[in-house]
């Protein structure tokens, strides 16, 4: 079989590979080829326009029709387009003012996910933007340069909202990443990925459920998109790329490599530079995480970027299909490459940012927090689901705190937290892998696995506009596994 034209599939994450060749849906609801030969959508960047010293972004949250598969018109959300948004581009040390306007019909909020800014500027599900509504936060970029994103974080809507087409990337640049010779031009040798799996219904419609099951596994889709192309080919003119990948799905957890399991170098976590490149040959990803991977592709070559089955710790094969985590490997990209410039390709610096070390016994004030599913309720923290009138913790602004996820519930939970950028200090009592050492906002907790985190809250949020801390998991999020915290001065 041409493997090009090969794709398993799987039904809602059941680990089954159904019919290659085929995009197929449960039942068989929609049928295609999938070629992987639609060249790969790139979003546009949007720089904005400088005006009384500030960047200025115009948004607009609309509905679109988008034809994912020949076809077929899929209604979808969208920023300033049919599905997805453009890449908001903006430099450390820039003010930026962003104008969100809602034509969607319904309600929705815009949070900055990964993003250091007050909790009034958040677009938490404090933050409704009503239909006809336009939001205007402003706040300062006060971080490195990194990938960060943004997405609808409405009450109980997150999931489907999102899983519409509610998200889109946020470049942030700096001097410091500037001088490092790393790929940088966009769309050429640096590129977004994208990652979300999706289903179909017969007619076309996105298949959004959020039912019983979907409450406790996730979402999971059987159709892949990278940035909205369903079959993505990239064909690239240079030897070394940067890819730049945010794990935009609902629930799915990817395990990326090449199909040639070819090494490559990770350069970059949620939060930024990671201290030096580290080789890896594949990376997990779970949703609402970032990695900045370079690989060297020569010309002539084509390689596949795969999903392949990895096995978790503290759960076998079972626990791996409840947890969003196929076991069956699929394609995700094809990559060619005409690439002439084969020799000279320098290294990559072996220094990329400047870290402090992780403190061995960092002192402060510690919370835990226990992750549950319990039958009929849903999934936990500390017991309690999510209620926007309760404030779960507050926090002294400027103050350094550990916090502890203990994860009891037989899944994992990818565990986020506003407000901060992060390090992640122990899995288990052990110290994380080289590539986890970085700057984070999202880290994956294991069943039966203990994670502290080193956080530094430096940004304010009132009890009025309080921090969320979530799984992002969106269908646990909606379900009720989110608390909220206020970071204030002391009275
Ligand atoms: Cu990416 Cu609270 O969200
Ligand atoms: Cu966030
Ligand atoms: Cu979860």
């Not at 450390?92 to 007050?118: F, Y």
């Not at 010779?181 to 977004?192: H, Q």
């Not at 956080?455 to 969106?474: E, I, V």
Request: aromatic share 6%.
């Amino acid at each position: 079989m041409d493997r090009r034209t090969f794709l398993k599939v799987s039904a809602l994450g059941a680990g089954v590979a159904i019919a290659p060749m085929m995009l197929l849906n449960r039942g068989g609801a929609l049928a295609a080829p999938i070629n992987f030969d639609a060249p790969l959508s790139v979003p546009p960047l949007l720089e904005g326009r400088i005006e009384q010293h500030k960047r200025v972004f115009e948004l607009s949250l609309q509905n679109g029709s988008s034809e994912f598969v020949p076809g077929y018109q899929t209604p979808t959300f969208g920023i300033n387009g049919a599905y997805l948004g453009p890449v908001i581009r903006a430099r450390k040390g820039d003010r930026v003012a962003i104008s969100v306007r809602n034509q969607l019909g319904e309600p929705s909020t815009l949070h900055w996910h990964g993003v250091k800014l007050p909790g009034d500027m958040d677009g938490g599900p404090h933050q409704v933007i009503a239909p006809g509504e336009i939001w205007r936060p402003e706040f300062m970029i006060d971080q490195p340069a990194s990938m960060q994103w943004y997405h609808s974080h409405a009450w109980h809507r997150t999931g489907e909202q999102v899983f519409k087409g509610l998200a889109g990337l946020f470049i942030i640049d700096d001097d410091q990443s500037d001088g490092l010779g790393l790929p940088n031009e966009y769309g050429v040798d640096d590129i977004p990925l994208v990652l979300q799996d999706r289903s179909f219904n017969r007619d076309g419609s996105f298949r959004y459920v959020a039912g019983m099951h979907q409450r406790m596994a996730g979402l999971l889709g059987n159709v892949m998109l990278v940035n909205g192309t369903v079959g993505p080919h990239l064909h690239t003119s240079k030897t070394r790329t940067r890819f730049r990948i945010l794990n935009g799905s609902n629930a799915r957890i990817y395990n990326l490599a090449f199909d040639d399991q070819r090494p490559f170098q990770q350069i970059a976590s949620d939060g930024g530079l990671l201290a030096e490149p580290v080789t890896l040959s594949r990376i997990r990803l779970a949703p609402g995480e970032r990695a900045e991977l370079v690989v060297d592709i020569k010309g002539g070559e084509e390689v596949f970027l795969q999903h392949q089955p990895m096995s978790l710790p503290g759960g076998g094969m079972m626990m791996a299909m409840t947890a969003g985590i196929d076991a069956a490997a699929f394609d995700i990209l094809r990559i060619t490459s005409s690439a002439t410039d084969v020799s000279g390709l320098p290294a990559l610096p072996r220094r990329l940012a400047t870290l402090p070390p992780l403190p061995s016994s960092p002192r402060g004030v510690s919370r835990q927090f226990v992750l549950d599913t319990q039958m009929m309720v849903g999934s936990t923290i500390n017991g309690k689901q999510m209620n926007l009138q309760r404030i779960d913790h507050k926090v002294v602004l400027g103050e350094e705190e550990v916090w502890e996820f203990v994860n009891r519930s037989p899944m994992p939970h990818p565990m986020h937290i506003h407000g901060v950028q992060f390090r992640v200090l122990s899995r288990n009592g052990h110290l994380p892998a080289k590539n986890e050492q970085g700057i984070k906002d999202t880290v994956l907790i294991h069943s039966d696995e203990v994670v502290r985190i080193l956080a530094s809250f430096d940004h304010p949020a009132s009890s009025r506009f309080p921090y969320m801390f979530h799984c992002h998991n969106l269908e646990h999020e909606d379900g009720g596994m989110m608390g909220q915290f206020t970071v204030e001065h002391l009275a």
